[in-house]
């Protein structure tokens, strides 16, 4: 579907973070398939409206695809009117049994046109997805669903988080990345991507997470693509589902006005193919990164100059740019030499020290992959 956005620059994506590579992940997206014969096999299916022989074969060639990649791909079956529709969904699993993040993206078109970028584009990265993370060792499962039916009103998606999706008691969904819409047409400017998040306030409580992992992802975008991120708003995708019962969610939209748009011409020739490969590696370096990619990069002693704690000074949050790799140990040590927060992180997240007076303190970061261990200072100034 076809949006309007308010674009605010992600300005923290090229000055405060710029991060150190990681090179598990970085591999990983270099990976990238020459994608334009996949799109093109996506749109040669055809028209994939729903209740249109198109979307049936559609579905089965996507069968087909996951299972030449090794999955064992689920088929959720529901109705839209008389017509019957599908989400395929296949799953990575991770080493914490029931956590997941999902990665979505809706294989249906409008009876216009082959739907080539929207969401041939999308179908695609979620294929390469599967492919590039297939034997990665990742902490937390990956869970990838095509939905159908979206152009019916975002049909497959509702009917997933209402009837397929386990109850939270049973398993704990962290994000939900979408993708829908990330070619861009080739007559236009794509040396940027929209990187969606939630600022829809029903409920509003997931809105600050949402808005984190989004700033993440664009940083992710900045430092494993060639593109620049751009932030926006998820919305009329299905993201929406998700949003509405208290989930997290992000995700990847083209950033300019496609002249294609639910039209017969939204075919492979009018898409921008290096700019969606970069999108693509984006999304890769997404959910390798929410997934908490496992193995260790080979650092093994750290030299200081590695290290950095950004912002410096800080005041209400301070984060670890450092090319250690996996979970973090940190401890903050006040002027007295008493311990005033431990916590473990991973990767960028930020640390909260709202409740921290300010002043000087000693930060140990220790990581137990590597037997890192390092001393830093940490000044809080408001
Ligand atoms: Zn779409």
């Known amino acids: 579907m076809q949006k309007v956005f308010l674009f605010i620059i992600l300005c923290s994506a090229h000055v405060g973070f710029a ?15 020459s994608i334009e014969e996949q799109v093109y096999a996506y749109e040669k299916i055809g028209i994939k409206a729903t209740g249109t022989a ?4 559609a579905t089965v060639w996507l069968i087909n695809r996951y299972t030449a990649l090794g999955y064992s791909p689920i088929v959720d079956t529901f109705l ?21 993040i999902i990665v979505g993206a809706h294989f249906d078109s409008v009876d216009e046109g082959p739907g080539a970028n929207d969401n041939g584009s999308g179908v695609i990265a979620t294929l390469e997805i599967a492919r590039l993370i297939k ?9 990838i669903v095509n939905f159908g039916a979206e152009e019916n009103g975002l049909v497959g998606s ?27 047409a080739i007559t236009s400017n794509n040396s940027t991507i929209v990187c969606e998040r939630d600022e829809d306030d029903s409920p509003f409580s997931n809105n600050e997470m949402s808005s984190r992992k989004t700033d993440t992802l664009g940083r992710l975008v900045y430092l494993y693509t060639t593109i620049s991120p751009i ?3 998820a919305e009329r995708s ?5 949003e509405d019962v208290g989930l997290v969610v992000t995700g990847l939209y083209q950033n300019t006005p496609n002249p294609h748009y639910h039209n017969a011409t939204d075919i492979t020739a009018n898409i921008d193919i290096p700019a969606l490969k970069e999108v693509i590696k984006g999304a890769v370096a997404a959910t390798l990164y929410f997934s908490r990619i496992q193995g260790v990069v080979g650092v093994e002693k750290l030299d200081r100059n590695q290290v950095n704690l950004l912002p410096l ?13 996996g979970p973090l140990e940190v401890t903050l040590i006040n002027s007295y030499g008493v311990e005033v927060l431990v916590q473990q992180t991973e990767g960028m997240e930020p640390i909260s020290i709202t409740h921290l007076a300010s002043g000087a303190y000693t930060v140990k970061i220790y990581s137990e992959a590597n037997s890192t261990y390092t001393l830093y200072k940490l000044i809080i100034a408001r």
């Not at 034997?135 to 869970?143: L, N």
Request: with cysteine.
């Open 231 to 233: 932030l926006g708003r």
């Open 19 to 33: 991060q150190q590579f990681e090179y598990r992940i970085a591999r990983q997206c270099d990976l990238v398939d």
């Open 80 to 100: 839209v009117g008389e017509d019957t529709s599908y989400n395929v969904i296949v799953e990575k699993p991770g080493s914490e049994p029931n956590k997941w």
């Open 313 to 325: 000074p800080a005041a209400s949050h301070f984060s670890i740019s450092t090319p250690i790799a």
């Open 54 to 57: 198109g979307f049936d074969s």
């Open 158 to 184: 509702r009917h997933y988080v209402a009837n397929t999706l386990a109850d939270e008691t049973e398993e704990e969904i962290q994000l939900m990345i979408n993708l829908d819409q990330i070619g861009g």
């Open 135 to 143: 034997d990665v060792d990742t902490k937390i499962g990956v869970r």
């Open 238 to 242: 299905d993201y929406e589902p998700f």
